[in-house]
């Protein structure tokens, strides 16, 4: 995991400043795991870190959330045999109208995201995959940046893998020196303020 934080951080993927995600919510740090596709040694450990910790066995298909979960899904179904589809957001109005390309009808199915804030995106893949005669029963981001999407996930009965949660990220990344004390107070301070009790 170490070593993952540190490639994540070296190719940018890690971005301080003020942003406001596609959730509206602002942070002070943004998440860009798009560029992760340019490096495959970032790829591979990642492959490795999803390996370590998800039992992919239970999934018949993995389904990657169009844009940012499509090329992860297919990277990790290469890695480990899995079949894959995907599924777009607004559905194409030309060919076959479909929103779910892939064969997914009656198969547990693993939906693939690369960073989940509050898990709207995953919450449209579910109920497209459900009228789609699919069987959405998990889902899994390389970085969950803990504002409320595992909560959302496990109500709607499925099971919430992450390889990383936001804090793990930059605790990491200031233990090692990347990141000093005051920017990483100021994250943490931000990251508590949405954990629940």
Known sequence: MQELIRELYKVGVVRLGFFTLSSGITSPFYIDMRR?????????LIIKEVG???????????????TSGVALAAFIAAATYKPMAYVRLER???GT???????????????????ATTG????????????????????????DREQGAGERVERLGMRYHYVMTAH??????????????????????YLKSYRRG
Do not use: C, W
Not at 120 to 143: M, Q
């Open 36 to 44: 992760i596709y340019s490096y495959p040694k970032v790829m591979k």
């Open 52 to 66: 370590k910790r998800v039992d992919l066995s239970p999934y018949e298909v993995l389904v990657g959330v169009a």
């Open 168 to 189: 793990q990220l930059f605790e990491m990344l200031h233990r090692d020196g990347l990141l000093d004390g005051n920017t990483y107070e100021e994250i943490d301070k």
């Open 97 to 115: 109208l479909s929103q779910v390309e892939g064969d997914v009808e009656n198969k547990s199915s693993l939906i693939v995201d690369d960073v």
């Open 120 to 143: 709207d995106s995953i919450v449209k893949t579910y109920e497209i995959l459900k009228n789609s005669g699919a069987i959405p029963a998990g889902a899994l981001v390389i970085v």
């Open 92 to 94: 194409k109005d030309h």
